[in-house]
């Protein structure tokens, strides 16, 4: 099966217990921010900028719960900024888990192995031992780190441990050159794979989200996705990147270049997405097939952004995770207050500009779920894709030259710290050349 059955029977519950009580609106992912800061700052990424990033700025575990449990969602993505920095992280995943929800960490991985090491050393006994072996023989830890295992740690805390009921969620753009240039920072992609390792080798379950962006080359995500298959990812989400208000201001503010230069239109995420519905059949890709096929343009959703809300700091952030109007006090004040019918964008009419070109996951994906926009067949695909067999992905990904950046050598392309500068700068060398003005190589290829 693509997803484990407990997870899928508990998600088909929550659908059927709502649609048999009259239930119009309900969540089905709750997008838990309980800080903004990050250590990292990824080109194209408004978040950390959109709010302040203090660590004084979090919300409290106590608020976190109290949320989860107001708006009932089966599932809790806890994102930010970068979650394993949360102070009450560790709590947080517990309290969730104790509310039966299932739970994912989105995460960029930097504190990830420290992370499991905290569990490894907090449930310390002999049987730990072949563990250590394992992810010393495999470098992923080091003999210093094995001693601190062995010591234990008694702090009382609890631990974020392997469960079939929590995901780390690893935020993974491309390959190596590709992730590091996104992110602005050399090793974080050698950091992810380490993390990615460590885990499987733990049992703990692994998804990666991507996002793809203008320049993104769709060919190199799937020898991404044959990269990390071949690791034991248990699944994939791949996302459209577009120019979302806060994106696009923090853009143009850091001088980054020009949001249409990066980000996607509606159709070019079509174009990108032709072949994901081939994907979903190879890959076990996250999302429904509806949604796929949305993506690949070959159908049309009612946004339903209300089906996927977000929590942060300031309160429930309306319309959706990417664009904020208002803050409510509660859930239930958002879906009542909340004129939904001016969002989104169906059969080409365009309800609020700034939805034109999004087709992303917290807009679109639960709309078939949720009965709605349903087409003959729906039910018998969705039943196939998360009951039938799970796709194998690839095995052997030998093909794939995955360190491809600066672990290769110190590239020009890795000593840039800035991915759009980088591909704008290529460009313009590339026109350069092409007119007779100059030569695309050297550091005169750089603005
Ligand atoms: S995309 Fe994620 S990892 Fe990158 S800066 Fe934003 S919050 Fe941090
Ligand atoms: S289409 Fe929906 S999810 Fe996308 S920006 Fe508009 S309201 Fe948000």
Partial sequence: ?????????????????????????????????????????????????????????????????????????????????????????????????????????????????????????????????????????????????????????????????PTQWMYWNVHVDGLERTHDLIVERKGVFKECIAAIKMAKLLAYQVATNATVFKETDMQEIEHLLDYLSSLGVDGFTISPGYDYDAAKLDMVKRGKGKPEDFFLTRKLTQEKFKNVVAWGKKYPLFGTPAYLEFLAGQRDLHCTAWAIPTRNIAGWKAPCYLMTDAHYRTYREMLEKVDWDKYGVFNGVVRDPRCENCMTHCGYEPTVSLGIDTQPGDLWKMLKYNFGPRPKGCRDASHVHAFNGVSAGPGRATNEPSAIRQKLAEREAAAAVAAGQGNAGGCGAHP
Avoid at 47 to 65: A, G, H, N, P, Q
Wanted: hydrophobic share 40%; net charge positive; aromatic share 4%.
């Fill in 1 to 161: 099966m693509r997803f484990p059955l407990a997870l899928s029977l508990r998600i088909a519950r929550h659908i059927i217990v709502n649609k048999l009580k009259g239930v119009r609106k309900f969540p089905l992912v709750l997008q838990l921010e309980p800080l903004h800061t990050c250590n990292l700052t990824c080109t194209g990424c408004g978040r950390i900028r959109e709010y302040s990033t203090s660590l004084k700025d979090v919300m409290s575990l106590e608020d976190c719960l109290r949320s989860a449990v107001e708006c009932d969602a089966p599932m809790v993505s806890i994102c930010g900024g970068e979650p394993t920095i949360y102070p009450f992280i560790e709590e947080l995943v517990h309290g969730l888990l104790q509310q039966r929800r299932i739970v994912y960490i989105c995460t960029n991985s930097a504190r990830m192995r420290q992370k499991m090491l905290d569990w490894l050393a907090r449930t310390y006994s002999p049987a730990t031992e072949p563990k250590l072996a394992a992810l010393l023989a495999a470098g992923l830890i080091t003999e210093k780190e094995a001693s601190e295992i062995r010591k234990g740690k008694n702090d009382h805390k609890p631990s974020i441990a």
